[in-house]
């Protein structure tokens, strides 16, 4: 019998919160995340630990059926990749920020200001709707120092509880979209999988049910 192969992130802000929501729906799973691969003892299940930015890739290639994975970063690297269910948890906004002193008026003020950030198709989307172009800077990490050292003039980031805007002096002024986590799907997965992700679904409805 085949497996359902699930990608879940490997450390970071969703790791735990999704080994938790696969635990209330009794899924157990053998070991965690020392492996980067794990499977479980009660549900043909294989846990696979892959970085968040990875994770749109291997959905589209079917080298996993599903994945637990933010919203945002399917936004940002799989547009064309579908969610089966909201989950809830991990919670955020992706937002613009600028240095606080600075005087805001609106959306407009980024016309040719330099941009650092990890979601260039997200920041660009949005400011070409809004008819403004800026100048992207792309960093991975540690986006909100970019200002503080003369990279650039504003940031694009993931907002969740503001602290870190806060202790780099920066103030949120336009927010680009809300994210939780989902339930993402391979447009490859095959049929005997699909009707394991049901079963797994069914699960999840009921998990997320008993938590409201
Ligand atoms: C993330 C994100 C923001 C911050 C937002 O960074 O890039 O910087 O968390 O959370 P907050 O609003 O609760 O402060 P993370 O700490 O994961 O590190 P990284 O940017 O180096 O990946
Ligand atoms: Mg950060």
Redesign the pocket.
């Known amino acids: 019998m085949k497996k359902i192969r699930i990608a879940i992130q490997k450390s ?2 969703l790791n735990e919160d999704s080994l938790q929501i696969l635990k209330d729906c009794g899924i157990s799973i053998d070991n965690g995340k020392d492996q980067l691969k794990a499977c479980s003892r009660n549900f043909p299940l294989e846990v696979f630990y892959l970085r968040n930015g990875d994770i749109p890739q291997y959905l589209r290639d079917g080298v996993v059926d599903i994945a637990i994975i933010g919203e945002n970063v399917l936004i940002e690297k799989g547009g064309d990749i579908s969610i089966a269910e909201k989950l809830g948890f991990s919670k ?1 906004k992706v937002s613009l920020a600028v240095p606080k002193p600075v005087k805001y008026k609106d959306v407009t003020d980024f016309e040719g200001k330099r941009i650092a950030t ?1 979601y260039p198709n997200t920041v660009v989307n949005y400011l070409e709707s809004k008819g403004v172009k800026s100048d992207i800077h792309i960093i ?5 120092i970019a200002p503080n050292i003369g990279l650039a003039d504003a940031i694009c ?11 780099n002096n920066l103030k949120e002024v336009e927010v680009m979209l809300t994210s939780e986590a989902v339930l993402a799907v391979s447009p490859l997965i095959d049929t005997e999988r699909q009707l394991l992700l049901e079963k797994l679904q069914f699960r999840i409805q009921s998990v997320l049910r008993a938590r409201q």
């Open positions: 970071g802000r955020c990890s991975n990490g540690s986006v909100e980031d993931i907002v969740s509880s503001g602290s870190t805007l806060f202790k």
